[in-house]
């Protein structure tokens, strides 16, 4: 298993666009979490989902949103891209959607101009 | 306020000096503490959880609910310790928070 896989590693985009990014979880998880992570910061958690239902949401405005797919995968969509949206977000996944271990993505950086 | 603080964002002792990272947390709930780890240009990891209490790589952490603290501990530094260490807090399930982060470098 290559673990959890994100896609595309890489992004540029200009205020006020819309981006999608992509994850898939290691095999057999049903738990996916979105974090972002900002330069100098640690990971802001943006939003869990567990068996294709959102299960927690982090302090984030409505332009930010996911969906989890039937194989467990899941994109992040961010509407109306502003400049403070630059930054790495991580997806991680976990067995269920208890506090377990968590195994994160390499991340997809996104840049906004 | 659910919080998670590191005071320190760079930490730097010699090769076979202990070492303390120091977490502290806020949280009203029965807590669940992590320390994850990211080694250079490697991905973020978990490196133990309080509720395991083992001993990964000569780290120890302590839940301490009176002082709501969760300090790293290893009695004797290595060279390959040198990466950034993340304390975590879990509250009840669905929420992963986690501190600002400090950065170990170890000289030889």
């Known amino acids: 298993d290559a673990g959890v896989t994100q896609s595309p590693t890489h992004l540029i985009k200009t205020r006020g666009q819309h981006v999608t990014l992509r994850c898939s979880p290691i095999?057999?998880?049903?738990?996916v979490s979105w974090y972002q992570q900002v330069l100098g910061q640690g990971p802001q958690f943006i939003f869990q989902?567990?068996?294709?239902?959102?299960?927690g949401r982090g302090n984030f405005p409505d332009r930010f949103s996911a969906r989890q797919f039937p194989n467990y995968s899941s994109e992040l969509n961010v509407n109306a891209l502003l400049l403070g949206d630059s930054a790495l977000y991580l997806c991680a996944s976990s067995l269920f959607y208890s506090q377990e271990t968590q195994y994160f993505g390499p991340g997809t950086r996104l840049l906004v101009l | 306020a659910q919080r998670v603080t590191q005071p320190e964002k760079l930490l730097s002792v010699f090769k076979g000096a202990p070492v303390e990272l120091k977490c502290n947390y806020s949280y009203s709930g029965s807590p669940e503490l992590f320390w994850y780890v990211q080694y250079s240009r490697q991905r973020l990891q978990l490196l133990l959880r309080?509720?395991s209490r083992e001993s990964i790589k000569g780290f120890t952490a302590d839940l301490n609910k009176g002082e709501t603290s969760f300090h790293l501990k290893k009695p004797f530094a290595q060279e390959e310790d040198s990466a950034m260490y993340y304390c975590?807090?879990?509250?009840?399930?669905?929420?992963?928070?986690f501190g600002a982060g400090t950065r170990l470098f170890v000289k030889a």
């Open positions: 975590a807090l879990g509250t009840g399930g669905f929420k992963t928070i």
């Open positions: 309080h509720i």
């Open positions: 989902y567990y068996e294709k239902e959102e299960r």
């Open positions: 095999s057999g998880h049903k738990s």
